[in-house]
């Protein structure tokens, strides 16, 4: 009996100390340099639920965020999809193809508009199906776009090939290892790479953590041209290609996340910072008083508010650029901006 | 300085441990239980008479039920959190993570204190002796409805096994969950290497001591007061363990 209590002591005070340095260890102590991004192409993709196991309080700050609302659900809108629709291939102009659907099967909805499914037999992977319309009872479904193709002198619903999922509903286009866990929409995972080892090793450098991130959608691009060459057509993420115009980014000191938050909304719900652009300025600009509607000019042409305000701080002043607000699509005309914008993609 | 990437043969083995770790775990808990439901009434108890008797003998002091009770409970806490962090579902045992991670580590320490000791106190009595192979030869008997007794010592060949199995797995269990509590003074890949072990070693663990709990309760009626009030009774001790009760005669 005695000897019992003697091995019971010793093992006692044995993971005492074991136990004892067991606060603080999240830190790397180990001088090891780990390959990001060999690492997550070795990982596997575990889904939100996943992360949200530690981090919940991130998960619940980015819920709030326009990220989080990009690509809902069906169960978010009290809209009714149990309804067979016949549809046509949109996307094929000889002898498109045509399939009845339950709008129940569908993916979710992008933007609160497009009704994103895949369609057995047609041509292409995903397809804007059907539109929401927002009217006085919530949202009402109809056709993302109609046109008689049997000529039975009815027009037939035509869906859409849907051309937005790398950037509103990247789950969907996702490659790699356990993509069945992630939702259709913006996830941690969309940013944060597949997450399988960070959530099994704790390790930081197992996971993305950098703007390179948000340059994935909020990008420099590839700004369309007019036929002749000579102007830019505005493109949806028109503001952020300009702010590799700024001398926010050139200067090599300022990167997105130095105004924008990444997990959490401000008073005014939007991804910012300060409470308001003022505040938001304020934090490095002390004693100067910005105009928004000149710093960062919204385009009085952008036909579906889908032009974010320009990120060029200045660089490229709105009068400068020669827009002409009689053509429909906004557009660079002057030769020097645009080549400054060419010379920026190189 | 170099970089670590991870090893690609354990990447891959890593991805596929997490692609059927759901089915592991189900295979491991319910999958046994059906096993032992279909023993229960296929075969059946053995030696139903023995569970009637007068407990009188004692077969476990107090220190050895002591010694498994904290290793009973503490290991039934670890498996609940442990699956639910192995299936990322913490929320669904109404916890937070840290909460459930704090429960994991302090009932760790009560797992490691008493399975060190359990290993030590049963040692002697779990070294294999020759009649052991004819215990093996009718798998103890429960295969079958008759009853049979082969020769056994204070603990019979299937619980010397059973003694190993979890000694192996409770050592390779314990380390890997000391590396993964102290992530920042291991290597990516040792650290990987921990994961999927103590993933493993849990698995066998939890499937093994379902087994062991049905073979001490129902499939052996008089054997469950052993880990209660440590009793037996003269018979049961002289059926299933002759060469101990011959031992313990003598003395």
Not at chain 1, 261 to 284: I, P, Q, R, W, Y
Not at chain 2, 5 to 29: D, F, K, Q, R
Not at chain 2, 55 to 84: D, K, Y
Request: hydrophobic share 40%; glycine share 8%.
């Amino acid at each position: 009996m005695r000897k019992h209590f003697l091995i019971s002591s010793l093992l006692v005070l044995v993971l005492g100390l074991i136990l004892s340095g067991c606060a603080g260890n999240e830190t790397n102590t180990k001088k090891e340099k780990i390959d990001t991004k060999e690492v997550q192409q070795m990982s596997a993709y575990i889904g939100t639920d996943a992360c949200i196991t530690c981090h919940s309080e991130t998960g619940q700050g980015f819920a709030m965020t326009s990220h989080a609302g990009i690509f809902k659900s069906l169960d978010q809108y009290n809209t009714d999809f149990k309804q067979m629709v016949n549809v046509w291939d949109g996307a094929t102009k000889e002898n498109p193809a045509t399939k009845a659907i339950n709008l129940e099967d569908t993916y979710g909805v992008m933007m609160d508009s497009y009704v994103v499914g895949n369609i057995d037999g047609f041509s292409q992977e995903l397809y804007r199906v059907a539109s929401l319309e927002k009217s006085e009872q919530g949202y009402e479904l109809v056709a993302a776009s109609l046109k008689d193709y049997n000529s039975d002198g009815i027009q037939d619903w035509s869906a859409k090939a849907y051309s937005c999922a790398e950037c509103h509903s990247p789950g969907l286009v996702a490659q790699g290892l356990g993509i069945k866990n992630l939702e259709p929409g913006i996830s941690c995972e969309t940013c944060h790479g597949p997450g399988s080892i960070h959530a099994q090793t704790k390790r930081k450098e197992a996971i993305s953590i950098n703007q390179n991130a948000c340059i994935t959608c909020h990008t420099l691009g590839q700004p369309s041209e007019t036929e002749d060459g000579s102007s830019l057509i505005a493109e949806n993420h028109y503001g952020t290609r300009n702010w590799f115009a700024s001398d926010h980014y050139t200067s090599g000191y300022v990167n997105c996340l130095s105004c924008h938050t990444s997990h959490e909304v401000n008073k005014e719900g939007s991804m910012l910072k300060g409470d308001n652009f003022t505040e938001n300025c304020a934090s490095c600009h002390k004693d100067e008083n910005f105009d928004i509607e000149e710093i960062m000019w919204k385009n009085p042409t952008d036909l579906h508010d889908h032009v974010t305000r320009d990120h060029s701080f200045g660089a490229i002043p709105y009068e400068k650029i020669g827009d002409n607000p009689e053509t429909k699509e906004v557009e660079i005309t002057d030769p020097k901006i645009i080549k400054k914008l060419k010379s920026l993609i190189k | 300085m170099t970089y670590t990437s991870t090893n690609p043969l354990l990447a891959n083995l890593n991805n596929l441990y997490l692609e059927y770790i759901g089915l592991i775990v189900l295979l491991s808990t319910v999958g046994v239980l059906l096993g032992i439901a279909g023993h229960f009434v296929i075969i059946g108890p053995n030696a139903k008479r023995l569970g009637k008797l007068k407990p009188e003998i004692v077969r476990l002091t107090p220190f050895e039920r002591t010694a498994h009770f904290v290793r009973m409970l503490s290991f039934i806490i670890l498996a609940v959190t442990g699956i639910a962090f192995a299936l990322f579902h913490v929320g669904t045992l109404g916890l937070s993570y840290v909460a459930a991670y704090k429960i994991h580590l302090v009932f760790a320490a009560l797992f490691t204190l008493s399975s060190l000791n359990s290993i030590f106190i049963w040692l002697k009595d779990s070294i294999f002796k020759t009649y052991d192979r004819d215990w093996f030869k009718v798998m103890g008997g429960y295969l079958t409805r008759k009853e049979i007794h082969p020769p056994s010592g204070r603990f019979n060949a299937g619980q010397k096994a059973f003694y190993w199995f979890s000694t192996f797995f409770s050592i390779l269990i314990i380390f890997s969950g000391l590396m993964l509590a102290y992530p920042g003074k291991f290597g990516l890949n040792s650290l990987l290497w921990a994961s999927v072990l103590h993933g493993i070693s849990a698995i066998g663990l939890i499937a093994g001591v379902i087994a062991h709990a049905y073979l001490g309760s129902l499939a052996n009626p008089g054997t469950i007061g052993t880990i209660i009030h440590g009793k037996v009774s003269r018979e049961w001790a002289k059926n299933h363990h002759p060469q101990w009760f011959e031992e313990i005669e003598q003395k």
